[in-house]
């Protein structure tokens, strides 16, 4: 399986699974064939996490060949994405105190089996290497290893969590976080996801069997309330000479970049990371910005976190694109805080429309979602 680092090949990945692919993607989509063999799902998750191509464009390209109705499911699937960054853009508290819990478990001998994958459950300890070794998982499968990891191993949501965002190409900020809260029984109050046996073993044809699992517990309880917060991004009417880009949206196609004097690309250093990358991760984020590059005329530079604060010491006025909630963000408020600096947050009309309805559970987004398409004229 081979995750390229270009829009170009992004979009010829999109092009393939649209014309060869899709059509079965709701009767396949949650069989784990191998990770030599994706057709049934599209494998676009790197390249959305880091918008070389977005959910709208994507869900323009597959409506302009195939009615709503057929492709249904799939344009599900890739709006869950923004109803995840709506619903955390909602309630922020909930990322910080994910970080915060992260600085006080203590990481048990348990816990070093399964980041090793050295525990008595063979398809665990498979998906720990495969994750390792391609950076990737299919979703279903991402379900049952969190499920065993909380019920079966008993090991806190948040070293999973950070797990995932290590070494997975995809890693997202609010898909991550959200949907292990959502295993656990903590999104969705009450209402936990448990991997079963007979489960794994049909969507994996039978690879496993008889695997000893935990399948009857309860969902964890968490007293902590998030009430929902306005939405408050900084802004201003005058555009500034200089743009900054963090890893995580990188689509600047749309943007006016003529207008700007100097593009600076972010990528943070595991340094001033609270989940650190693994080193293949970082690569490729680094690969992913310079192919970005390569096709920008502006005077552009691809820096790290010394040399932007250096930027931050001598110029207080930036347009930024907005990173979202996560790791970027928390960086990036410290630093407006501790430089005094006056931001203007570049955001899509899509995503702010999208977010007024992840004020509640996915079944009112999903409702929505013919509304959003035809408000953007994606449909």
């Given at each position: 399986?081979?995750f390229?680092t270009s829009?170009e090949?992004?979009l010829?990945?999109l092009?393939?699974?649209i014309?060869n692919?899709?059509e079965?993607?709701s009767l396949?989509?949650?069989y784990?064939f191998?990770p030599i063999?994706?057709?049934?799902?599209?494998?676009?998750s790197?390249y959305?996490?880091?918008?070389?191509?977005?959910e709208?464009e994507i869900?323009?390209?597959?409506?302009?060949?195939y009615p709503?109705q057929?492709?249904?499911k799939?344009?599900q699937e890739?709006y869950?994405?923004?109803y995840?960054?709506g619903w955390?853009?909602?309630?922020?508290?909930?990322?910080t105190?994910?970080?915060r819990d992260?600085?006080?478990?203590?990481?048990s001998?348990?816990?070093y089996l399964a980041?090793n994958?050295?525990?008595?459950i063979e398809?665990?300890?498979?998906w720990v290497?495969?994750?390792?070794?391609?950076?990737y998982?299919?979703?279903h499968?991402?379900m049952?290893?969190?499920?065993?990891w909380?019920?079966?191993l008993?090991?806190?949501?948040?070293k999973g969590?950070?797990f995932?965002?290590?070494?997975l190409?995809?890693?997202?900020?609010?898909?991550?976080t959200?949907s292990?809260r959502?295993?656990?029984?903590?999104?969705?109050?009450?209402?936990h996801?448990?991997a079963?046996s007979w489960?794994?073993?049909?969507f994996?044809?039978?690879q496993?069997?008889?695997i000893?699992?935990v399948?009857?517990?309860?969902p964890?309880?968490?007293?902590?309330?998030?009430?929902?917060?306005?939405i408050?991004i900084?802004?201003?009417?005058?555009?500034?000479?200089c743009?900054?880009?963090f890893e995580?949206d990188?689509?600047v196609?749309?943007?006016?970049i003529?207008y700007y004097k100097?593009?600076?690309f972010v990528?943070?250093e595991?340094k001033?990371r609270?989940?650190?990358?693994d080193?293949?991760?970082?690569?490729?984020?680094k690969?992913?910005i310079?192919?970005q590059?390569?096709?920008?005329?502006?005077s552009?530079?691809?820096?790290?976190?010394?040399?932007?604060?250096?930027?931050?010491?001598?110029?207080?006025n930036?347009?930024i694109?907005?990173?979202?909630i996560?790791?970027n963000?928390?960086?990036?408020t410290?630093?407006?805080k501790?430089?005094k600096?006056?931001?203007n947050?570049?955001t899509?009309d899509?995503d702010?429309?999208?977010?007024n309805?992840?004020k509640?559970?996915y079944?009112?987004?999903k409702?929505?979602?013919?509304?959003?398409?035809?408000k953007f004229?994606l449909n």
């Amino acid at each position: 399986m081979k995750f390229y680092t270009s829009r170009e090949k992004a979009l010829e990945s999109l092009d393939t699974f649209i014309n060869n692919d899709i059509e079965n993607y709701s009767l396949k989509r949650n069989y784990d064939f191998s990770p030599i063999e994706r057709k049934n799902v599209s494998c676009l998750s790197p390249y959305i996490s880091h918008r070389l191509i977005n959910e709208y464009e994507i869900s323009k390209k597959v409506l302009s060949k195939y009615p709503y109705q057929k492709v249904e499911k799939y344009i599900q699937e890739i709006y869950w994405r923004i109803y995840w960054k709506g619903w955390l853009e909602l309630r922020p508290e909930v990322w910080t105190d994910f970080v915060r819990d992260l600085n006080t478990i203590e990481e048990s001998k348990n816990y070093y089996l399964a980041i090793n994958g050295q525990t008595q459950i063979e398809c665990f300890n498979d998906w720990v290497k495969e994750i390792k070794e391609h950076n990737y998982l299919h979703n279903h499968t991402r379900m049952w290893f969190a499920s065993i990891w909380i019920f079966t191993l008993r090991l806190p949501w948040q070293k999973g969590a950070e797990f995932f965002m290590k070494y997975l190409l995809d890693g997202d900020a609010a898909s991550n976080t959200l949907s292990w809260r959502w295993v656990g029984g903590l999104q969705t109050k009450g209402k936990h996801y448990l991997a079963q046996s007979w489960n794994i073993s049909k969507f994996l044809n039978k690879q496993y069997e008889n695997i000893e699992l935990v399948e009857n517990a309860l969902p964890l309880i968490d007293n902590r309330e998030y009430k929902i917060s306005p939405i408050e991004i900084q802004k201003n009417n005058s555009r500034n000479d200089c743009l900054i880009v963090f890893e995580n949206d990188l689509s600047v196609e749309n943007l006016k970049i003529k207008y700007y004097k100097k593009i600076y690309f972010v990528l943070l250093e595991n340094k001033s990371r609270s989940l650190k990358l693994d080193l293949k991760v970082f690569n490729y984020k680094k690969k992913i910005i310079k192919d970005q590059l390569n096709k920008i005329d502006n005077s552009f530079e691809f820096i790290n976190e010394n040399k932007i604060e250096e930027l931050f010491e001598n110029c207080k006025n930036f347009d930024i694109v907005y990173p979202s909630i996560g790791e970027n963000m928390s960086y990036l408020t410290k630093m407006i805080k501790e430089k005094k600096l006056i931001i203007n947050f570049i955001t899509r009309d899509e995503d702010m429309f999208c977010w007024n309805f992840s004020k509640k559970g996915y079944f009112n987004f999903k409702s929505n979602i013919p509304k959003i398409l035809a408000k953007f004229q994606l449909n």
